[in-house]
T-cell receptor, first 111, second 112 residues
């Protein structure tokens, strides 16, 4: 059965303190791995898609990487406005278009 | 920009009522999805649709049905609302040939 596990559940950083969020996955065949940002009371906002091991994507202070077993979302010099829940999802080759989501990492960046 | 809208941000209904949640996307996307999101359980797929009048069950379809009469509109129906259907409901769509999904703002449904 496909599984997505995110760690840590919650992370508190000082402004400027870089760190990484982890997404471990098991899937029969990976079509894609997706990162989303979700602010309280709002729908998830799409950030990145990664398709194969070794691939990297960047957007402002965020950088996503992918291996055969896990993905990392690196946050460099975070600001308070980066505070949100970050969700990881995988899409298996045999699942049609359905996404299987992890439970998310809640990030708080303090000034 | 992709735009996915949902008919209500907040909704309060009574047990036993029939509830309609509507979702509209303006980007001609073929695939549309309904999820619910609960604390500690994450996002779970209820139903999805590949095309007009097509529907597929997700992981938790019990107590729900869907309707897709037009390409841009996907409705979620709670036939007889129950308190355990109190949740945040999220609609999403994805474009042909790509796999990422774009979400609407969500509907916070409370069933009393």
């Amino acid at each position: 059965e496909d599984q997505v596990t995110q760690s840590p559940e919650a992370l508190r950083l000082q402004e400027g303190e870089s760190s990484s969020l982890n997404c471990s996955y098991t899937v029969s065949g990976l079509r894609g791995l997706f990162w989303y940002r979700q602010d309280p009371g709002k729908g998830p906002e799409f950030l990145f898609t990664l398709y194969s091991a070794g691939e990297e994507k960047e957007k402002e202070r965020l950088k996503a990487t992918l291996t055969k077993k896990e993905s990392f979302l690196h946050i460099t010099a975070p600001k308070p406005e980066d505070s949100a829940t970050y969700l990881c999802a995988v899409q298996a080759t045999n699942s049609g278009y359905a996404l299987n989501f992890g439970k998310g990492t809640s990030l708080l960046v303090t000034p | 920009d992709v735009k996915v809208t949902q008919s209500s941000r907040y909704l309060v209904k009574r047990t036993g009522e029939k509830v309609f949640l509507e979702c509209v996307q303006d980007m001609d996307h073929e695939n549309m999805f309904w999820y619910r999101q609960d604390p500690g359980l994450g996002l779970r797929l209820i139903y999805f649709s590949y095309d007009v009048k097509m529907k597929e069950k997700g992981d938790i379809p019990e107590g729900y049905s869907v309707s897709r009469e037009k390409k841009e509109r996907f409705s979620l129906i709670l036939e007889s609302a129950s308190t355990n259907q109190t949740s945040m409901y999220l609609c999403a769509s994805s474009p042909p040939g790509l796999y990422e999904q774009y979400f609407g703002p969500g509907t916070r449904l409370t069933v009393t």
